[in-house]
């Protein structure tokens, strides 16, 4: 009887396991590839809020460099005042290169 049901478990085929660790690949894989379409679509829409403060900045950015070079230009020409205003900046460490 052991010898019958022995043979009887060594007939089974292997398709069983291999579909259900397909299935379960399948699945894995899937629901990997939705979550990073999910990721893609929230970077995206992080990216495109970003936009308008990163141009506002590179806006204000120039307007200060504007303003820093014409400080020096004025220190330049001998200006007092602007340039206690450069020597100042200097001693914080922060130097102001004329434009050309």
Request: charged fraction near 20%; charge should be neutral; proline fraction near 3%.
């Amino acid at each position: 009887m052991s010898d019958s049901s022995t043979g009887a478990r060594g007939r089974h085929s292997a398709f069983l396991p291999v579909a259900i660790g397909l299935s379960a690949l399948l699945v894995l894989l899937t629901s990997q590839t939705l979550q990073l379409l999910s990721d893609r679509g929230d970077l995206r829409a992080l990216h495109e809020r970003q936009e308008q403060p990163m141009a506002e900045s590179q806006r204000l950015r120039e307007q200060l460099e504007a303003i820093a070079s014409g400080v020096r230009a004025l220190a330049d020409d001998g200006n007092a005042s602007a340039q206690r205003v450069v020597q100042g900046l200097a001693r914080q460490g922060i130097s102001i290169d004329a434009r050309p």
